[in-house]
């Protein structure tokens, strides 16, 4: 992962091209570690999470070819942990969607407060084709955003959704050209940069507060399924 800085913005770039952006143990616990110590960081205002072309992320990286890779229940817990961090981290983070966003690095995605995509940004869940479930942990943010009876066709159908369709559910607020989707991000990132800190943090906090009791966290009370795969 890199970290690049402009003013009050800081980008975090999912920096491993080569397995395609995918999530291991060491990018999971590299980015939940970044995150809080730049909410700690007064100098940061907003943050921007992208991938390194040509994709956001293929999601979990379970198989061979990686350094690091989590056990699927060792995934969940790691990627619970990241997404605990997002939803307590008071500032904005604006998530640039540059690419394809599968399983896991959708979910990422939709653990941000804002989605910026790329025309040809593609997403989807791939666990249906591969046998497995989409995990409760994975499947919460669906559900928060478009509600169970979207989530179903989501994870049910295993179909992929254009940039134009996920603007459509609401699951993406802005669609742009690829080469205009770095600016995008950033100039809307410094736009909240510029808002008052304190009200920004607790917009966030209760938007999220009627999130979680509308929809809370079903991983966190379901037996039996910490070790399955997760996408």
């Not at 999912?14 to 995918?22: I, S, T, V």
């Not at 070819?65 to 904005?92: M, N």
């Amino acid at each position: 992962m890199t970290v690049a800085r402009a003013g009050a913005v800081v980008t975090l770039t999912l920096a491993r091209p080569e397995r395609r952006n995918a999530l291991d143990r060491a990018l999971l616990s590299n980015l939940t570690a970044t995150l809080a110590e730049l909410g700690d960081d007064r100098a940061t205002r907003a943050i921007v999470l992208t991938g390194a072309p040509p994709v956001f992320s293929a999601g979990a990286d379970l198989g061979r070819g990686s350094d690091t890779p989590p056990p699927p229940g060792q995934f969940v817990r790691l990627f619970s942990r990241l997404a605990a961090t997002l939803e307590r981290l008071e500032l904005p983070v604006v998530a640039a969607l540059n690419g394809h966003a599968v399983g896991g690095g959708w979910a990422l995605a939709l653990g941000c407060d804002f989605r910026f995509a790329a025309e040809s940004a593609q997403c989807w869940v791939p666990e249906i084709d591969m046998g497995v479930a989409l995990h409760p942990v994975l499947a919460t943010p669906f559900v928060r955003l478009v509600g169970p009876a979207r989530t179903r066709e989501i994870a049910m159908e295993g179909r992929r959704y254009s940039a134009a369709e996920q603007h459509a559910m609401g699951l993406v607020h802005r669609v742009v050209p690829a080469a205009a989707l770095p600016a995008a991000a950033a100039d809307y990132a410094a736009h909240l940069a510029a808002k008052p800190p304190r009200a920004l943090a607790e917009v966030k906090a209760r938007i999220n507060q009627i999130a979680r009791a509308a929809w809370p966290e079903v991983g966190a009370t379901t037996e039996g399924v910490l070790d399955r795969p997760a996408g």
